[in-house]
């Protein structure tokens, strides 16, 4: 697909988001504070740690899941609203890589400094789970974000519209890699 460029319609570059996201951070992370993002990061990073950390008992799962679902209330929003600044940015790969790796790296050392005086268990697996978690959920909402799923904004949907896509939304996503491969496979074969 060419994409027509325009005054009204400028390619967004990913150094145009960080230039943005740095020049006006109030306007870009706390205006718009992704609350769906956070409230899905807490349900989810809350119920990995419970997991990970329950084989040391149930108070250890519960601690871990409450100092996870804490952290994850409080700054996911943020973290939401970095990827809804790059939904638009080109090449979609580059923003796809920035994301993987600009919010991991702020997200995980707090996290691990929470944890650690919190005296989660299971530390070490559980922070490991959790980056293996975040370099997957980073793609999987930036993807989501790029089809109008999970933003808040002007073009926001309710949350239950958004949940209501997500079966499409995640056979998408799965069947991507396969679906590029078998376009590259037919596009040789016509050649």
């Known amino acids: ?12 570059t990913v150094g145009d988001v960080l230039s943005d996201l740095v020049r006006h951070p109030v306007e870009n992370l706390v205006h718009r504070w992704n609350w769906k993002s956070a409230v899905m990061s807490a349900f989810f990073r809350g119920m ?45 790969w580059a923003a796809m890589l920035t994301v993987m790796v600009l919010q991991p790296t702020l997200n995980h050392s707090l996290e691990l400094t929470l944890h650690w005086a919190g005296g989660t ?6 922070i490991t789970a959790s980056i293996c ?7 999987f909402n930036l993807f989501a974000m790029r089809r109008g799923a999970m933003i808040v904004g002007e073009e926001r949907q309710s949350l239950l519209a958004d949940l209501r896509q997500m079966p499409f939304i995640i056979f998408d996503f799965v069947t991507a890699i ?11 074969k016509l050649k």
């Open 1 to 12: 697909m060419v994409e027509i460029i325009t005054e009204q319609n400028k390619t967004i």
């Open 48 to 92: 990995l740690f419970f997991l990970t950390n329950v084989s040391a008992g149930l108070a250890a799962a519960l601690s871990a899941m409450s100092i996870e679902s804490a952290f994850y209330i409080s700054t996911a929003g943020f973290y939401g609203a970095i990827t809804q600044a790059f939904r638009r940015a080109h090449p979609a």
């Open 121 to 126: 268990e299971k530390l070490a697996r559980s």
């Open 133 to 139: 978690f975040s370099l997957l959920s980073a793609v």
């Open 178 to 188: 396969p679906r590029a491969i078998w376009q590259v496979i037919i596009i040789n």
